[in-house]
């Protein structure tokens, strides 16, 4: 992460306090290159200086991320399954997607998805992503709030507790959950090629 960046951060929270934490937060799920592990451990070492109490820091976090994340699931919600089976039924033959193939992800996520959106929320790389498809799949409000606020509070306490406990090495979250967070999206990547790959060659 760039310099400014984190000088951006910090100050932002220095200055705004608890809305300075809910700010970053919703800003983390518009532009991922806003780290959480970043903002959440500087609140901790800000805590552990006497400066924030820990509960609200916490609180601020969990609430300026479940504001980014509507964002996303709204965003599925108002493109809706109907047209993504439609442009996957009209483009998506240049990687093997087909509207049936949206079909399938659907069903999987209407069997998994209260599991998917907590479990997300606590895995570094995906835990605004799995927003989209939630409402995309038409996932009810009420137990995607619930189910995300349960994954975020319990991501959002243990990096808070962390920067307190690291002190002015709060930055050594972000360093070692950085690689981990390209790791993660890596794989995925990966698991949905040889997917697409195997659903290909099955379909022939």
């Known amino acids: 992460m760039s310099s400014a960046l984190a ?12 809305i300075g934490i809910g700010f970053l937060m919703f800003m983390e799920n518009l532009f ?3 780290p959480s592990e970043l903002i959440m451990p500087l609140a901790g070492f800000t805590v552990s200086k006497g400066d924030m109490d820990f509960q609200y820091a916490v609180l601020a976090g969990v609430v300026g991320t479940i504001l980014g994340t509507l964002l996303w699931y709204y965003g599925g919600l108002l493109i809706g399954e109907k047209r993504i089976r439609e442009l996957a039924d009209r483009y998506g033959k240049w990687i093997g997607v087909t509207g049936q193939d949206i079909d399938k992800v659907n069903r999987w996520f209407y069997k998994h998805g ?13 835990r605004t992503l799995i927003s989209l498809p939630a409402g995309l ?3 009810r409000l009420m137990p995607f709030l619930v189910y995300s606020t349960i994954g975020t509070t319990i991501w959002t306490a243990a990096l808070t507790y962390v920067g307190y406990v690291l002190g002015d090495q709060y930055e050594l979250v972000d360093e070692y959950l950085a690689p981990v967070s390209k790791i993660v999206l890596g794989i995925l990547v990966i698991a949905f090629v040889v997917w697409l790959i195997r659903h290909r060659k099955a379909s022939q």
């Open 7 to 18: 000088v951006w951060i910090t100050s932002t929270m220095q200055s705004l306090g608890y």
């Open 32 to 34: 991922p290159p806003i």
């Open 114 to 126: 209260t599991k998917a959106v907590l479990f997300g929320r606590l895995v570094p790389g995906i």
């Open 137 to 139: 799949s038409g996932m």
